[in-house]
């Protein structure tokens, strides 16, 4: 599975737009994007996922680069409760194995 | 939908102790399942996944092992646990099919004493 870089850490104000964003320049053809969010001490949670077009679904909106090397997560109206870890992962659907990065600690503040 | 069973919520065993950690699923058969462990304030380290009864991936050499003994079950052990092993257990389930995602199981806080 290609490797994902995020950044460690970001902060948002209440009802901004949240941007998270991901670098996946060694992902192949067949590998889909996907995001998660974890809550403390909580399983993680699907948030969306895309292959080569741009995405949005009632939590989030996916923007896929058109190399496909890199993406981002829009939060449109960051609320308090969006405070969350957010992982990027890019998942060879031929195989098994699913693997998490460290992931991007996003706060949220008022 | 697929739901997982992870249980118990939390646990505290004694250094050298047995464990056992059970999930199961509902809602799909012949699934992809994963046990991931996640330390304090780190990231989700994959420790097994597994594509089908009796098959078993190890990703990292330790003190744990892991078993598929029924189609929607995978089972995380170990014969003595180590001070290191405390740590928050995580259980995950996607079925095999392109475009789908996975989903998990609300863990299993351990804490070795």
């Known amino acids: 599975d290609a490797k994902t870089t995020q950044p460690p850490s970001m902060d948002c104000a209440e009802g901004r737009a949240a941007n998270l964003p991901c670098n996946h320049s060694?992902?192949?053809?067949?590998?889909?994007v996907y995001w998660y969010r974890q809550i403390h001490s909580q399983g993680p949670q699907y948030i969306i996922h895309?292959?080569?077009n741009n995405e949005t679904n009632e939590m989030a909106s996916l923007i896929i680069t058109e190399d496909r090397k890199s993406s981002t997560l829009i939060l449109p109206h960051a609320t308090l409760r969006d405070t969350a870890v957010y992982y990027c992962i890019v998942i060879n659907t031929s195989y098994g194995k699913l693997t998490f990065g460290q992931g991007t600690i996003l706060t949220v503040h008022p | 939908s697929q739901t997982i069973h992870q249980w118990p919520a939390t646990l505290v065993q004694p250094v050298g102790s047995p464990l056992s950690l059970e999930c199961t699923v509902e809602?799909?058969?012949?699934?992809?399942l994963y046990w991931y462990r996640q330390a304090a304030g780190r990231g989700l380290q994959l420790l097994f996944y597994?594509?089908?009864?009796?098959?078993i991936s190890s990703e990292v050499p330790q003190n744990l092992s892991a078993s598929r003994p029924q189609d929607r079950q995978f089972i995380l052990s170990s014969k003595k646990l180590l001070l290191s092993d405390s740590g928050f257990y995580l259980c995950a389930c996607r079925r095999k099919v392109p475009n789908t995602e996975a989903f998990f199981g609300q863990g299993t806080r351990l804490t070795v004493v």
């Open positions: 597994s594509v089908g009864i009796g098959q």
């Open positions: 895309g292959l080569k």
């Open positions: 060694t992902i192949s053809g067949n590998e889909y």
């Open positions: 809602g799909t058969s012949n699934p992809n």
